[in-house]
């Protein structure tokens, strides 16, 4: 807790926030499409957090009444990742018909446009990819602790760190064309605009592409991923043919502050920081579930440890996060000089995303990885009255 409030002060934004004015959602939202975006994102919420304590009592049982025998009989390392990838396989089947209660609702919503056999080959690809990483990180987890004993903690926070940057930087190179085609923005006047706005920023904006989210989504979306030499800003294609070319720029200069700012790279630094005392209490928690365990018989305990201290670290990562976001708004809205295309487009992103525009309390200061649509919105209105447009004759 303490390494977590540490890391957070260190690099939540201190500087280019908006202080959002008060905003009434009924001027923004009918009172019908505030309550549409409520019956809807209400229980999707509640069936993520029923998947996430289904996900906890399975890893619990997994780790508590799981006979170990056959799996202290396995070689230490390949049993490691055996169990590895099996847990995670079983975490997805376990989940399924949480999640495609879920699909269903987006689908009846509107916001998705994938059938059942397509989303269920998207399911199996990503479960397929998280048991893989699953399996390395079991087998590395065990050879450490083998080679290091007690002090395996140490060489795995560098590897945590070390492989999460090697995902960063191969996602879009790899993983991400497993789900989605990418297509280099073509010379256009948006392109145009983007790489005008990309200089006044002073960024190297790498590559920007389009993506083809309407396979899956009437959604909007935009975002940066990458490193190094693959780093580039992704946008929708609904995002492209949808919104308004003023609107597209707003979302392009916020992606850009993220570059800006390399907030990809801090968001690694932020990791840096709590590995180590995280992975310390991974292994205190480990040990007191599973004493003497050094082979496969250990990964149970270490996959329930593993989601506990996860869980802690996501919280203090979605209160940074949201700082970054609020930071980007800020430089979106200075560098356009548009605050009525910011407000409209925040007004129409939650419209399409079907999004509650004032989210309950609590789950937001949990979870939430942006600041909220009233929030945004009033970004807006006060960058406007500090800026008021000139009337025209």
């Known amino acids: 807790m303490v390494a977590a409030a540490a890391a957070t002060l260190i690099i939540r934004p201190r500087g280019g926030l908006i202080d959002p004015a008060a905003v009434d959602p009924t001027a923004y939202f009918s009172p019908a499409e505030i309550e549409r975006a409520e019956d809807f994102r209400g229980p999707q919420q509640l069936l993520g957090l ?4 289904l996900s906890g009592i399975t890893l619990v049982l997994l780790a508590l009444r799981l006979p170990r025998e056959r799996l202290r009989a396995a070689r230490p390392v390949p049993g490691a990742a055996v169990a590895g990838a099996a847990i995670t396989v079983v975490l997805v089947v ?47 987890a065990v050879a ?31 993983i991400e064309p497993l789900f989605n085609d990418f297509d280099e923005l073509p010379e256009s006047g948006l392109r145009s605009e983007v790489l005008e706005l990309a200089d006044r920023a002073g960024v190297d904006v790498g590559q920007v592409y389009r993506v083809d989210a309407s396979r899956r989504t009437t959604g909007a979306n935009a975002y940066v991923a990458g490193l190094g030499g693959t780093k580039r800003v992704v946008l929708y294609d609904n995002l492209i043919e949808e919104f308004t070319r003023a609107e597209v720029r707003s979302v392009v200069a916020h992606e850009l502050a993220h570059v800006k700012h390399d907030d990809v790279p801090r968001g690694l630094l932020f990791l840096a920081l709590i590995a180590p005392p995280g992975m310390l209490l991974v292994q205190r928690i480990t040990e007191r579930l599973a004493p003497g365990a050094r082979g496969a018989d250990v990964v149970p305990a270490l996959a329930l440890a593993l989601a506990v201290v996860a869980f802690a670290g996501q919280i203090a990562g979605s209160y940074v996060s949201r700082g ?9 809205l200075r560098l356009t000089e548009d605050p009525e295309a910011f407000v409209s487009l925040e007004r129409r992103l939650a419209l399409q995303n079907v999004s509650d525009p004032d989210p309950p309390g609590l789950p937001h200061a949990l979870f939430g990885t942006h600041p909220t649509t009233l929030e945004r919105i009033g970004y807006g209105v006060e960058y406007l009255r500090g800026h008021p447009r000139p009337r025209s004759e």
Do not use: M
């Open 50 to 53: 029923a998947g996430l304590g």
């Open 94 to 140: 376990v989940n399924l018909p949480l999640d495609a209660i879920r699909h269903d609702r987006a689908v009846e919503a509107g916001l998705s446009t994938q059938d059942w056999g397509p989303w269920l080959v998207d399911v199996a690809k990503a479960g397929g990819i998280s048991a893989l990483f699953a399996a390395g990180g079991s087998a590395l």
């Open 144 to 174: 450490l602790w083998r080679r290091f004993g007690e002090r395996w903690w140490i060489p795995a926070s560098a590897a945590v760190v070390a492989v999460s940057a090697a995902f960063v930087y191969a996602s879009p190179l790899v």
């Open 324 to 332: 970054v976001e609020a930071r980007a708004d800020g430089f979106a």
